[in-house]
C-alpha cells in the first residue's frame, strides 16, 4: 500500500531564513509527487508537483523540491521564508498517469515564521 | 476562468441525519475525486468519479455515496450521520482520471453534533 511520512509536525523557522520540509514515501510504481500547502480554514493549493524528467522542480512563490528515487525522497525547499508562508504543508503521492485510486497525503507538516 | 466550486461552505447537523455536499470542476476537467479532511490529519481519499461512475473507493463505509452527473458537477451524500464524521471535505478536479494532477476546492466544512 502507498504511504507518505512527513516526518516533522511543526518547524519553526525565522523569517528570511532557509527552510527544508521532508517527505518520504512508498510507493509500488513509479510516482506522482505533490506538495500542497493549506492556510487555515481553506482548501489545498498546489505549490509544485513531479511528474517525470528533471528531478530539480520549481514551483510557486519559490518553493522548489527534488525528487531522490534512491531514498524515496521528495523534500521541499524554500531559500528564504516570509511570514506569508505560516502554514500547514502536505506532501501526496499518486499514481503515475492519474487512476482511480486518488492521492495519499501525509500528516502535514505546520510551518511557524519567527519574526 | 473558476476553479473548483464547492458549496455549502459550512454545515451543522445532528447525529443521524443525512447530508449532501456539491461540487463544480474546474473547467475542462471531467474528473472529480472526495476527500475527508479531520482536524490535524492530512486528507484522505473518498472515491473518484469518471463518466460517471464510481472508479474507486477508500477505506469509507457505505453511508458514504456519491453521484456525478452529465456535466461533470459531483455531489458527496452521507448517510445516518456520526460525531466523527466531523471534518472538512475537500473535492478535487481532473483532467482524464488525474493525468496532469489535481484542483482542489475550499472544501465544506461539516460539523456534527
Known amino acids: 500500500a502507498q504511504s507518505v511520512t512527513q516526518p516533522d509536525i511543526h518547524i519553526t523557522v525565522s523569517e528570511g531564513a532557509s527552510l527544508e520540509l521532508r517527505c518520504n514515501y512508498s510507493?509500488?510504481?513509479?510516482?506522482?509527487l505533490f506538495w500542497y500547502v493549506q492556510s487555515p480554514g481553506q482548501g489545498l493549493q498546489l505549490l509544485l508537483k513531479?511528474?517525470?524528467?528533471?528531478?530539480l522542480v520549481q514551483g510557486i512563490k519559490g518553493f522548489e523540491a527534488e525528487f531522490k528515487r534512491s531514498q524515496s525522497s521528495f523534500n521541499l525547499r524554500k531559500p528564504s521564508v516570509h511570514w506569508s508562508d505560516a502554514a500547514e504543508y502536505f506532501c501526496?503521492?499518486?499514481?503515475?498517469?492519474?487512476?482511480?485510486?486518488?492521492?495519499?497525503f501525509g500528516k502535514g507538516t505546520h510551518l511557524i515564521i519567527q519574526p | 476562468d473558476a476553479g473548483v466550486t464547492q458549496s455549502p461552505t459550512h454545515l451543522i447537523k445532528t447525529r443521524g441525519q443525512q447530508v449532501t455536499l456539491r461540487c463544480s470542476p474546474k473547467?475542462?476537467?471531467?474528473?472529480v475525486s472526495w476527500y475527508q479532511q479531520a482536524l490535524g490529519q492530512g486528507p484522505q481519499f473518498i472515491f473518484q468519479?469518471?463518466?460517471?461512475?464510481?472508479?474507486q473507493r477508500g477505506n469509507f463505509p457505505d453511508r458514504f455515496s456519491g453521484h456525478q452527473f452529465p456535466n461533470y458537477s459531483s455531489e458527496l451524500n452521507v448517510n445516518a450521520l456520526l460525531l466523527g464524521d466531523s471534518a472538512l471535505y475537500l473535492c478535487?478536479?481532473?483532467?482524464?482520471?488525474?493525468?496532469?494532477?489535481?484542483?482542489f476546492g475550499s472544501g465544506t466544512r461539516l460539523t456534527v453534533v
Open positions: 478535487a478536479s481532473s483532467f482524464d482520471r488525474g493525468l496532469y494532477g489535481y484542483t
Open positions: 510507493y509500488g510504481a513509479t510516482p506522482y
Open positions: 513531479y511528474f517525470s524528467g528533471d528531478t
Open positions: 501526496a503521492v499518486g499514481a503515475k498517469g492519474g487512476g482511480a485510486d486518488g492521492l495519499t
Open positions: 473547467s475542462g476537467h471531467d474528473t
Open positions: 468519479y469518471y463518466e460517471e461512475e464510481e472508479r
